[in-house]
């Protein structure tokens, strides 16, 4: 992996507290995973108590992401030169404090603004978690540090929603929420105690993310990413909702059907290492269109408890191993521009979440189910597209390339690459 962002571990290579740093930032991640998504298994009490449909409780998923975006793009700039422990511990207390809003909270608007406060975590963390990771480990050691975060990643996602689900059933969906509480308050303790003095370098331009859309690879990169999440997400946010209605399972089946989900999502981080290391793009392209089958797949077979079981678990196998491939395309396409390439694909990823969410939720609410899956479907085809552009961006390059250069292009697209992490 190469790697351009700062490079050394600030304090060496025996840095005793580095790892238990990492592990902090590792039990961040699952925690703010599990906020982000919980919401996905919860959706028809909230909408139930609350008295909304289905697809205005969805929003509460979109307003996160619609806050993370602005969050991603500007938190470098507008934090200026404050010392980057100081401002992970205040993103922590953020999400402490989200949690127990959501949970008490008495109408629609009260409910958003404790979401929107979980979007502003969300895109401040993550578009600051590789450079911290890279400040506080040695070079050599990053790599495993961000594979250790990726698993905190693979892990929120497997438990968040079906143990949403699970807790709902005796505590409520408040409950549910308010089970996140202890766990951001340990976070924060260790993240007190683990994190260095992080001053910042120097001052980021506020339009460092846009400017990498100026390479040739970028913009077709970033088009497919946004494409792909918002298809996920037009599908994977209105689940509970099919399963209950057209798949008519109880809540203990949607609980272990959403835990094979996770659990096929897991596997398949584990697996796609394999495949990136010779089939990068082949993968970036696969991967959407598979699960713009697996969609169609269940509009036609839903009413069906074991075909949807068997196309969902498809569905968290590629699902979840995808945005690995993503942020090694990423690592690839901005060696040299990592870190604003990474606020550039959060804001995207968060974009996508927050459009394919309220888009999946407007036709989930005015055509049903159907619609909404036939978007996802188009939206993830569309993804594949763009993911051939992308691919077809590194030939063209190459072209007229010495052939060094021409070698290095082809490692781009698939040749003996590794991955650094996922989100």
Same mark, same amino acid.
């Given at each position: 992996?190469?790697?351009q962002?700062?490079?050394?571990?600030?304090?060496?290579?025996?840095r005793?507290?580095a790892w238990g740093?990492?592990?902090?930032?590792?039990?961040?991640?699952?925690?703010?995973?599990?906020?982000?998504?919980?919401?996905?298994?919860?959706?028809?009490?909230?909408?139930?108590?609350l008295?909304?449909?289905?697809?205005?409780a969805?929003q509460?998923?979109?307003?996160?992401?619609?806050?993370?975006?602005?969050?991603?793009?500007?938190?470098?700039?507008?934090?200026?030169?404050a010392?980057?422990?100081?401002?992970?511990?205040?993103l922590t207390?953020?999400?402490?404090?989200?949690?127990?809003?959501?949970?008490?909270?008495?109408?629609?608007?009260?409910?958003?603004?404790?979401r929107?406060?979980?979007?502003?975590?969300?895109g401040?963390?993550?578009?600051?978690?590789?450079?911290?990771v890279?400040?506080?480990?040695?070079?050599?050691?990053?790599?495993r540090?961000?594979?250790?975060?990726?698993?905190g990643?693979?892990?929120?996602?497997?438990?968040?929603?079906?143990?949403?689900?699970?807790?709902?059933?005796y505590?409520?969906?408040?409950?549910?929420?308010?089970?996140?509480?202890?766990? #951001? +308050?340990?976070?924060? @303790?260790? /993240?007190?105690? $683990?994190?260095?003095?992080m001053?910042?370098r &120097?001052g980021? %331009?506020?339009?460092?993310?846009f400017?990498?859309l100026?390479?040739?690879?970028?913009?077709?990169?970033?088009?497919?990413?946004?494409?792909?999440?918002?298809?996920?997400?037009a599908?994977f946010?209105?689940?509970?909702?099919?399963?209950e209605?057209?798949?008519?399972?109880?809540?203990s089946?949607?609980?272990?059907?959403?835990?094979v989900?996770?659990?096929?999502?897991?596997?398949?981080?584990y697996?796609?290492?394999?495949?990136?290391?010779?089939?990068?793009y #082949? +993968?970036?392209?696969? @991967?959407? /269109?598979?699960? $713009?089958?697996?969609?169609?797949?269940?509009? &036609?077979?839903? %009413?069906?408890a074991?075909?949807?079981?068997?196309?969902?678990?498809l569905?968290?196998?590629?699902?979840?191993?995808?945005?690995?491939?993503w942020?090694t395309?990423?690592?690839?396409?901005?060696?040299?521009?990592?870190?604003?390439?990474?606020?550039?694909?959060?804001?995207?990823?968060?974009l996508?979440i927050?459009?394919?969410?309220?888009?999946?939720?407007?036709?989930?609410?005015?055509?049903?189910?159907?619609?909404?899956?036939?978007?996802?479907?188009?939206?993830?085809s569309?993804?594949?597209?763009?993911?051939?552009?992308?691919?077809?961006?590194?030939t063209?390059?190459?072209?007229g390339?010495?052939?060094?250069?021409?070698?290095?292009?082809?490692?781009?697209a698939?040749?003996?690459?590794?991955?650094?992490?996922?989100?």
């Amino acid at each position: 992996m190469t790697v351009q962002l700062g490079i050394e571990s600030e304090a060496g290579d025996s840095r005793a507290g580095a790892w238990g740093a990492v592990l902090a930032l590792t039990l961040c991640v699952s925690t703010l995973i599990a906020s982000e998504f919980m919401p996905v298994s919860l959706l028809s009490p909230i909408a139930t108590d609350l008295r909304l449909t289905e697809g205005q409780a969805g929003q509460t998923i979109a307003v996160s992401g619609i806050f993370a975006v602005l969050t991603s793009l500007f938190i470098a700039s507008a934090s200026g030169r404050a010392d980057r422990r100081t401002l992970l511990l205040i993103l922590t207390l953020l999400m402490l404090v989200s949690s127990p809003v959501v949970a008490f909270a008495p109408n629609f608007p009260v409910l958003m603004v404790g979401r929107a406060l979980l979007g502003v975590v969300i895109g401040g963390f993550w578009s600051m978690s590789t450079a911290t990771v890279m400040r506080i480990v040695s070079e050599r050691e990053v790599p495993r540090a961000l594979a250790l975060l990726n698993g905190g990643n693979a892990l929120a996602t497997t438990v968040a929603a079906p143990l949403g689900s699970f807790l709902a059933q005796y505590i409520g969906w408040r409950g549910a929420f308010f089970c996140v509480v202890p766990l #951001a +308050a340990v976070t924060l @303790a260790w /993240l007190f105690a $683990g994190l260095p003095s992080m001053p910042a370098r &120097e001052g980021a %331009s506020p339009d460092a993310a846009f400017r990498v859309l100026r390479q040739p690879r970028v913009p077709a990169g970033i088009l497919a990413v946004t494409l792909f999440f918002a298809g996920q997400f037009a599908l994977f946010t209105y689940l509970r909702p099919f399963l209950e209605t057209v798949t008519r399972v109880d809540v203990s089946t949607l609980s272990l059907i959403l835990l094979v989900i996770g659990a096929s999502g897991m596997l398949g981080t584990y697996l796609i290492g394999s495949v990136l290391k010779r089939r990068l793009y #082949a +993968a970036l392209m696969a @991967a959407p /269109l598979a699960m $713009g089958a697996i969609a169609l797949g269940l509009i &036609e077979f839903g %009413s069906s408890a074991l075909v949807t079981a068997a196309l969902l678990a498809l569905w968290g196998l590629i699902g979840t191993a995808a945005p690995v491939a993503w942020w090694t395309w990423l690592s690839r396409a901005l060696p040299d521009d990592a870190e604003a390439g990474g606020g550039l694909m959060v804001a995207a990823i968060q974009l996508a979440i927050t459009l394919g969410a309220s888009f999946g939720g407007f036709l989930f609410d005015q055509s049903g189910y159907q619609a909404t899956f036939a978007a996802s479907a188009a939206l993830l085809s569309a993804s594949a597209v763009a993911a051939f552009l992308a691919s077809n961006a590194v030939t063209w390059r190459a072209t007229g390339t010495s052939q060094s250069t021409c070698r290095a292009h082809k490692n781009d697209a698939g040749d003996a690459i590794s991955h650094p992490s996922g989100m």
